[in-house]
Structure formats: structure tokens, C-alpha cells
């Protein structure tokens, strides 16, 4: 069964700098999507970034980009120049190939950027 | 812009009550989801459905009925309400083609108190 496991529970960090946050899955697929969504404080939900296995290339979108280790089934979000608007909750999910769709999410991390 | 509407905003019943909580895609999505989300435990998934009249079990299933009646409405049900049911729930869609495929796009949530 997939499965999603997000360690850091909060993460504070200064303004401008760098943040790193980890996503370790489980998977019996050899084709799969990973995802990371954001939800502010308002309560939106919202797609950041993903990657698909077969890529080698780690995926980036403007200052997310991805840490995407296969053989350790991780895939870390990295955050440069943080903003104060980046303060939120970070979710991890996947969904596996192969016909399936079932999209499971980790229990998140929380993001607080100071000035 | 893909949307998806969730009712009512908020909800408060009472122990052994039932409940239906609506969600409406006006993406031409195939899949559709809901979640339950709690403090510590992130974003579960309950039920997903692939079209209309299909159904698919999820993680946290016990006490939640779905319905899915058209490619638009997917519908959760909860028969026998308990306060364990207490929670924010998120629906959701997707599907397989164009730029955002596999992408999930959230509704605003649902706010459930269970008494």
C-alpha cells in the first residue's frame, strides 16, 4: 500500500533564506507522481509542484524546486528566498501509476517565515 | 481556471444525525475525492470515485457513505453521525490529460461539528 510520511512537524525560518522540507514515500509501483500542495491560512489548498518517477531531472516552478532521491524514495521541497506570504502548511502526496488513481497526502509541515 | 464548490461551508449536527455534504466539479474531471483533515494526521482520504456511479473505498471509510451521481456531483454521507466525525473535509478533482493532469484541484472545505 502507498504511503506518505512527512517527519518535521514546524519548521521557523528568516525571511530571504532557504528551507528544506522532507517527504519519505512507500510504494510497490515502478511509475508514480509526486506532489506538493500548500494550504495557507486561510484554508486553501493549492498545487505547487510535482515530479514523475521516470524523470531524472528534479522539477522546479519558480523558487520551489524539488530534491527528488529515488533510491531513498524521498522527495524534498526546497524553498529559496523565502517570503513571509510562504508561511503556511506544506503536504506531500503521491499517486501511483499504473491505471490507479488514489492520491494520498502526508500529515504536513508547517512553514513560519520571519522577518 | 478549474473549480470546485463544496456545501455547506460549515455544518453542525447533532450525535446519530444524518449529514450530506455536497461537492460539484465544473472541470469535466473524471476523478473526484474527499478528505478529512485533522490536526497530526494531515489530509485522509475517505472515498474517490472514477465517473459517475463509480465508487472506491479509501483509507478511512467506517461511518462515511459516497455517492457520485454525474460527472459534476459527488456527494458524502454520513448516516449515524459520531463527534469522532468532527472534522474539516475537502473535496476534490483531477484527471489524466492536458497541462494539469494528475493535479488536484480542492474545494474551499466543509466545517462538520458533530455534538
Known amino acids: 500500500a502507498q504511503k506518505v510520511t512527512q517527519t518535521q512537524t514546524s519548521i521557523s525560518v528568516m525571511e530571504k533564506t532557504t528551507v528544506t522540507m522532507d517527504c519519505v514515500y512507500e510504494?510497490?509501483?515502478?511509475?508514480?507522481?509526486l506532489f506538493w500542495y500548500k494550504q495557507t491560512a486561510s484554508g486553501e489548498i493549492v498545487f505547487l509542484i510535482r515530479?514523475?518517477?521516470?524523470?531524472?531531472e528534479n522539477a522546479t516552478v519558480g523558487h520551489y524546486s524539488l530534491n527528488f532521491q529515488k533510491p531513498k524514495s524521498s522527495i524534498g521541497l526546497i524553498i529559496t528566498a523565502t517570503q513571509i506570504e510562504d508561511s503556511a502548511v506544506y503536504f506531500c502526496?503521491?499517486?501511483?501509476?499504473?491505471?490507479?488513481?488514489?492520491?494520498?497526502f502526508g500529515s504536513g509541515t508547517r512553514l513560519l517565515v520571519s522577518p | 481556471e478549474a473549480a470546485v464548490t463544496q456545501s455547506p461551508r460549515n455544518k453542525v449536527t447533532v450525535t446519530g444525525g444524518n449529514v450530506t455534504l455536497s461537492c460539484r466539479q465544473t472541470?469535466?474531471?473524471?476523478?473526484m475525492y474527499w478528505y478529512r483533515q485533522d490536526t497530526g494526521h494531515g489530509l485522509r482520504l475517505i472515498h474517490y470515485?472514477?465517473?459517475?456511479?463509480?465508487?472506491q473505498i479509501g483509507d478511512v471509510p467506517d461511518g462515511y457513505k459516497a455517492t457520485r451521481t454525474t460527472q459534476e456531483d459527488f456527494f458524502l454521507l454520513l448516516e449515524l453521525a459520531s463527534p469522532s466525525q468532527t472534522s474539516l473535509y475537502f473535496c476534490?478533482?483531477?484527471?489524466?490529460?492536458?497541462?494539469?493532469?494528475?493535479?488536484?484541484?480542492f474545494g474551499a472545505g466543509t466545517r462538520l461539528s458533530v455534538l
Open positions: 515530479q514523475d518517477s521516470y524523470k531524472k
Open positions: 502526496a503521491m499517486r501511483e501509476g499504473g491505471g490507479g488513481y488514489k492520491v494520498v
Open positions: 470515485s472514477y465517473g459517475a456511479g463509480n465508487l
Open positions: 510504494t510497490q509501483d515502478s511509475s508514480y507522481f
Open positions: 472541470n469535466s474531471h473524471n476523478y
Open positions: 476534490a478533482s483531477s484527471d489524466d490529460w492536458g497541462d494539469s493532469q494528475n493535479t488536484l484541484y
